[in-house]
């Protein structure tokens, strides 16, 4: 029967920034059998902790830019969720935003605001919510009639009339604000082959887009 190893090892993290000349200490204490103590000081240059942390700070600030070209008028970019609270963060979107008269709010216990908006909007009525925004385009394949400049591999004749088949109809596009009582109705000639498709990119999945 093999044995449990009886090794432990304690951390403890003392940060002191994420610049080019400075590090994160990890002060490692490890223990072998209860008997046996080493220390250790593990140090880990700051411009390595950036190429850690930058990917998905840099994903965090496109998210941010994507939001300013939809809605310009923002005056106040409020920070939540357990990473909100990093230094690095924080002085990322600063400099990012540094030459506009933006407000950059960090409110107390951002880390659990999250859980408390979702605990809050299940105790109040659903209705507060005015519109969804959708994360996927939704459409259906259909034909319709040949234009000049459709691919000629997709051209259709059928009872006299040409058509152009395997055309992307979109319902709902990826991004676009949906109010919660809105119906999406397009009226088509249903075939037995017909698909309901979605794409995560807003465009259509190997389909012309129906226009």
């Known amino acids: 029967m093999k044995k449990r190893s009886n090794c432990q090892a304690h951390l403890r993290c ?8 400075e590090a994160l200490c990890l002060d490692a204490t490890f223990s072998w059998r209860g008997q046996h103590q080493y220390y250790y000081q593990i140090s880990i240059p700051g411009v390595d902790l950036k190429r850690i942390f930058d990917a998905v700070v ?6 941010n830019r994507e939001q300013q070209k939809r809605v310009p008028e923002i005056d106040a970019i409020m920070m939540v969720g357990g990473f909100s ?3 690095y963060l924080k ?9 506009t008269e933006k407000h950059i709010v960090n409110p107390i216990e951002a880390g659990s605001a999250v859980c408390h908006g979702a605990l809050a909007f299940g105790a109040v009525d659903a ?10 385009t939704y459409g259906i394949c259909v ?6 400049g459709d691919p ?3 051209l ?5 009339q040409s058509y152009c088949k395997n055309v992307f109809g979109v319902f709902v596009k990826k991004g676009e604000d949906v109010p919660v009582d809105r119906q999406a109705k397009h009226v088509f000639e249903v075939e037995p082959h017909s698909k309901i498709f979605f794409t995560h990119d807003g465009k259509g999945w190997g389909l012309r887009t129906l226009e």
């Open 152 to 154: 000629q591999e997709y």
């Open 156 to 160: 259709l004749e059928e009872g006299g």
């Open 91 to 99: 002085g990322r979107i600063k400099e990012e935003f540094k030459h």
């Open 14 to 21: 003392s940060e002191k920034g994420l610049k080019d000349e």
């Open 127 to 136: 209705e507060v919510m005015l519109s969804r925004n959708s994360k996927k």
């Open 58 to 63: 840099d994903e965090i600030l496109e998210v």
């Open 143 to 148: 034909s319709r009639g040949f234009r000049m």
């Open 85 to 87: 609270s990093s230094p």
